[in-house]
């Protein structure tokens, strides 16, 4: 059972049903049993150890869910548990894992950059392609949104030719939205645009939506880039609307950020104020993480 309950956790994680996914990843590590679980992991899977899925899925359904503080708490028991079971796969599959989750949690590049920088040289110094791969995409991300574009040119086209290739494989719709709110930061929003057309078509092809109210509200942020106020409005509901479907709370947390941000610039503020209190309110937990700092910040703005 304890197999089942991990398969089926991870499907429901990359179809963005966070509750279940949670609920399953609970179960599998109630059930664990070393002598089923790690066997079954000794062909196809990043690690040899049966709780590291589990608690992989644990970290990314809490935290997409806002429960921050018990997201962290796994995150500590899964790079404890990496570092005593000393396998250098288990290690960089989690430090990969927790790169993906503070990357959408921080708002500062330069730190995510330096993160990412030590996944890649570990992945590179023990040979895990796929890792190594993933961390230099997110690198470049950090770089274009540090306005280092002639440096991160060469790093994305190397480490993600292949995104724009006929075929699928998971994560190809993230990595392509970090892609486009990089190049928006750095000043190319119609270049974003055009990333996230790829990254829906993505979506809809595999069904792969666990990130898919972030989309829209990356498109959001790209359409104010370029004066197309109208069209980014519903952008940002569409973000809210399904992020509350998955009972996402970071996702709408940021959704309504946005649209708060876009409802002030109009003179919208008290609605503003309340859309984002409504959803900053729900939090109990994580209040120190930069992305609740941040919605703080703005509340406090709007209260002015």
């Known amino acids: 059972m304890s197999v089942a309950y991990m398969s089926r956790g991870q499907s429901s994680l990359a179809l963005g049903d966070f509750a279940a996914a949670r609920n399953d990843a609970e179960n599998a590590l109630r ?4 002598a089923v679980m790690d066997k079954a992991l000794l062909h196809g899977h990043w690690t040899n150890d049966g709780q590291i899925i589990p608690l992989m899925v644990c970290i990314e359904s809490l935290t997409y869910l806002g429960h921050l503080d018990q997201a962290r708490q796994k995150r500590d028991e899964a790079l404890a548990r990496a570092h005593q079971i000393k396998h250098a796969a288990t ?5 990969s894992c927790i790169a993906g989750c503070e990357a959408h949690i921080e708002v500062d590049p330069a730190f995510l950059l330096d993160h990412v920088a030590k996944l890649e040289a570990f992945s590179l110094q023990h040979g895990f392609a796929l890792w190594e791969r993933s961390a230099k995409w997110q690198r470049g991300c950090c770089l274009i949104a ?18 724009h290739d006929p075929g699928s494989f998971l994560y190809k719709p993230t990595w392509l939205m970090s892609l486009a709110e990089a190049l928006g930061q750095a000043g190319r929003p119609r270049d974003g645009l055009k990333e996230l057309e790829d990254a829906a078509r993505e979506i809809e092809a ?18 104010m880039m370029v004066g197309d106020l109208a069209s980014a409005e519903p952008s940002f509901h569409q973000a809210i ?30 609605q503003a104020r309340d859309l984002l209190a409504s959803i900053y309110d729900w939090f109990t937990e994580g209040l120190d993480t930069p992305v609740l700092r941040e919605a703080r910040v703005t509340l406090e703005k709007l209260a002015t």
């Open 31 to 34: 059930l664990y049993d070393p």
């Open 146 to 163: 540090l306005g280092r574009t002639d440096e991160a040119a060469e790093l994305l086209a190397e480490a993600g030719a292949e995104l």
């Open 206 to 223: 595999t069904e792969e939506r666990w990130a898919e109210a972030n989309l829209h509200r990356i498109r959001g942020e790209l359409l």
């Open 241 to 270: 609307e399904i992020a509350r479907g998955q009972s996402a709370k970071l996702w709408e947390l940021r959704a309504a950020m946005s649209l708060a941000r876009l409802w002030s610039d109009q003179g919208r503020r008290e």
């Open 91 to 95: 290690l960089a599959f989690v430090l």
